[in-house]
């Protein structure tokens, strides 16, 4: 149908109100799951620091009669520790972009700081899984302080290439990297069987999403145990996941972890890791010169990993 002339239409007009809706909406994920299931403790120094022990293997024990008691000198406990390194976000808003009206926020500044904590988290996230960072000790009034990532610690219940070495532990040098293989349900439990054997009592098992849609294509011994992927008739769904594996030393919950290295599989007690707040998290009002208001976020922190054998990992995947 053809326009008849002289009508007015919104092209032409002028003044018409925008249609902005109220509300912002942002999917960017959040969520940190190695923080959040491990423990919280304080820290009082930049060089953080725990002690670790072991009982002694177990040996045949037999004597004679009236034997001569020698007393064995008992081993010393292990100090380790790790630095605290020192995270931070900042913003810088205008005096007026915080007084003209907005959608989906009152004040500017608010909203960018709710931002700035987000971020904050998902970069210390990434610090303790997300990369392979030895510590760095405090050298010169100018160094930067790093924590330890966990790849630096776990090295005893593991599962590695042929050419992946680990670092000498302890937070103290990096792991190299292997040639990738592909993950497989005997890699994960060979890291499960000598974790067991060293006392570790595995509570979960945490991957990159990726690694996360191989696990769950793992279909156990004989097709009975590990995954199962079945239709569900009763309301038409195919599952295609799992979220708890039932290993033969215990049953794991399985937890998916956007930020972590898509190479590495964690077998996790959080019992025995944790984050050593130094400064827990705090806002720092910033002086500025210019017509705006700053501030920072800031957290100085690092990982406590009571002891590496009650942990253990998975190395090296494509």
């Avoid at 034997?67 to 064995?72: D, N, P, Q």
């Amino acid at each position: 149908m053809a326009q008849p002339t002289g009508v007015f239409v919104t092209f032409s007009s002028k003044g018409l109100r925008e249609d902005l809706e109220n509300v912002i909406y942002d999917i960017s994920p959040t969520d940190t799951p190695f923080m959040s299931m491990g423990g919280r403790t304080d820290a009082i120094a930049v060089n953080h620091e725990w002690q670790t022990d072991a009982l002694a293997s177990a040996a045949n024990n037999f004597h004679e009669e009236g034997s001569t008691l020698t007393a064995a000198e008992p081993a010393a406990t292990t100090r380790v520790g790790n630095i605290c390194q020192i995270s931070l976000k900042t913003t810088l808003v205008s005096g007026t972009l915080d007084a003209v009206s907005k959608a989906g926020r009152q004040e500017e500044l608010a909203y960018q700081m709710s931002k700035r904590s987000k971020e904050l988290k998902r970069d210390m996230e990434r610090a303790l899984v997300g990369v392979n960072v030895a510590k760095t000790a405090m050298s010169a009034d100018s160094t930067v302080r790093k924590l330890g990532s966990l790849q630096t610690w776990v090295n005893t219940n593991i599962s590695k290439a042929s050419d992946g070495a680990n670092g000498a532990g302890a937070g103290a040098a990096t792991r190299t990297d292997g040639t990738q293989r592909t993950f497989t349900e005997a890699l994960l439990k060979a890291a499960i069987l000598s974790a067991y054997d060293e006392g570790a009592d595995i509570q979960y098992l945490m991957m990159a999403p990726a690694q996360k849609q191989t696990f769950s294509s793992f279909v156990g011994v004989g097709g009975s145990s590990g995954v199962s992927n079945f239709n569900d008739v009763a309301d038409q769904r195919i599952i295609g996941g799992m979220d708890v594996y039932v290993s033969d030393f215990g049953e794991m919950a399985v937890v998916p972890n956007r930020l972590q290295r898509s190479r590495d599989v964690w077998l996790l007690d959080p019992e025995y890791y944790g984050v050593a707040y130094l400064r827990p998290f705090f806002q720092r009002e910033v002086a500025s010169t210019s017509d705006g208001e700053q501030r920072a976020i800031i957290a100085e922190y690092t990982l406590v990993c009571k002891n590496e054998k009650a942990l253990g990992a998975v190395y090296d995947l494509s």
